[in-house]
Nanobody
Framework: VQLVESVGGLVQPGGSLRLSCAASGFTFSAYVMSWYRQAPGKERELVAT????????RYADSVKGRFTISRDNAKNTVYLQMNSLKPEDTAVYFCNARGPRAYWGQGTQVTVSS
C-alpha cells in the first residue's frame, strides 16, 4: 500500500498550489480520502475530506472558499487545490485514506512566505 504525495514547495502569500496524492495497493474508490496538515508545534488537523465517489466534500473553516479537494478514481489520485494561500497555511500536508483500514502518506511540506 502506498500513498505518495506530490512535492509541495515555497509559495508567496496569495499564491496557489495543487497537491496530489497517488494511491496504490488498495481499492482506492472504496476509500474516503482526506488531507490533513500539521504545523510546527501543533496537532495534526483535518483540512478536507471527499467521499468515495466524490459527491460530497467537507472543509475546515480555516480553508473554506480557498481550498478544493477532488479525486479521480480512474487515476487513483486525490488532489488539493489551494488558492489564496496564507502564511498560516504553512505545514506538512498528509494524504489519508479511510476505509476498512486507514493509510497515510509520508507528508509534503508547504511553506507560504514572502
Amino acid at each position: 500500500v502506498q500513498l505518495v504525495e506530490s512535492v509541495g514547495g515555497l509559495v508567496q502569500p496569495g499564491g496557489s498550489l495543487r497537491l496530489s496524492c497517488a494511491a496504490s495497493g488498495f481499492t482506492f474508490s472504496a476509500y474516503v480520502m482526506s488531507w490533513y496538515r500539521q504545523a510546527p508545534g501543533k496537532e495534526r488537523e483535518l483540512v478536507a475530506t471527499i467521499t468515495t465517489a466524490g459527491g460530497s466534500t467537507r472543509y475546515a473553516d480555516s480553508v473554506k472558499g480557498r481550498f478544493t479537494i477532488s479525486r479521480d478514481n480512474a487515476k487513483n489520485t486525490v488532489y488539493l487545490q489551494m488558492n489564496s494561500l496564507k502564511p498560516e497555511d504553512t505545514a506538512v500536508y498528509f494524504c489519508n485514506a479511510r476505509g476498512p483500514r486507514a493509510y497515510w502518506g509520508q507528508g509534503t511540506q508547504v511553506t507560504v512566505s514572502s
